[in-house]
């Protein structure tokens, strides 16, 4: 299964963009990037996913490369409700249906 | 609507005693996972069943089964549980359309948090 690695901790102020960063260089062509993240004591919350086109939705957007080898989750303006565990996946379709491989995630931290 | 519900919320159990994690979603969805969070740790797959009457291994299988009771139901069972077994345990489902070639977003369930002593 492809890897995916992440910074551990980012710091962001309140309502400033924050651009958290994704390498996954040995992708396949039929894996989606998906972006969880975990509030504590939750479990995993759905933000966004994409293929090879950037894409956009109420909670963040998302930036892929061109070669897919990477990606960028964005937050346009951060809250303090953002603080979580951010988890950048590989979500495979075909035979390995929607597993999700999940690697340590970027901590990240809102201040006031 | 509930999503995906797991019970126990809490368990501590000794060595070698048995137990089973249940999981139901209500979403309709045909593929169910079991994950592992340990602390500090992004979650690993333990199995998963990616549709009614299926289940396969994921990452860290051993010492768990699994049983897809009905489209709606999966549980995980320890038999013998070991301290290595101290964890959160999340179930997960979503909907994967048939030819597999675009995947839906995964929910999740609140989790299980289990201590084996």
């Known amino acids: 299964d492809a890897k995916t690695t992440q910074p551990n901790s980012m710091e962001s102020n309140e309502e400033e963009p924050v651009h958290l960063p994704c390498n996954h260089s040995t992708i396949s062509g039929t894996d989606y990037i998906h972006w969880y993240r975990q509030l504590p004591s939750q479990g995993p919350e759905y933000v966004i996913h994409?293929?090879?086109s950037n894409v956009n939705n109420r909670m963040a957007s998302l930036a892929i490369a061109e070669d897919r080898k990477s990606s960028t989750l964005i937050l346009h303006r951060a809250t303090l409700r953002d603080a979580a565990v951010y988890y950048c996946t590989l979500n495979a379709g075909g035979t390995s249906y929607g597993k999700l491989t999940f690697g340590q995630g970027t901590i990240l931290t809102v201040h006031p | 609507n509930a999503g995906v519900t797991q019970t126990p919320k809490f368990q501590v159990l000794k060595t070698g005693q048995s137990m089973t994690l249940q999981c139901a979603q209500d979403?309709?969805?045909?593929?169910m996972y079991w994950y592992r969070q340990d602390p500090g740790m992004g979650l690993r797959l333990i199995y998963y069943?990616?549709?009614?009457?299926?289940?396969d291994k994921g990452e860290v299988p051993n010492g768990y089964n699994v049983s897809r009771l009905n489209k709606r139901e999966f549980s995980l069972r320890l038999e013998s549980a070991a301290p290595s077994q101290t964890s959160v345990y999340f179930c997960?489902?979503?909907?994967?359309?048939?030819?597999?070639?675009?995947?839906?977003?995964?929910?999740f369930g609140q989790g299980t948090r289990l201590t084996v002593v």
């Open positions: 069943s990616a549709s009614e009457g299926t289940t």
């Open positions: 979403m309709n969805h045909n593929s």
């Open positions: 997960a489902s979503n909907r994967i359309p048939l030819g597999g070639l675009r995947v839906t977003e995964a929910f």
């Open positions: 994409g293929l090879t």
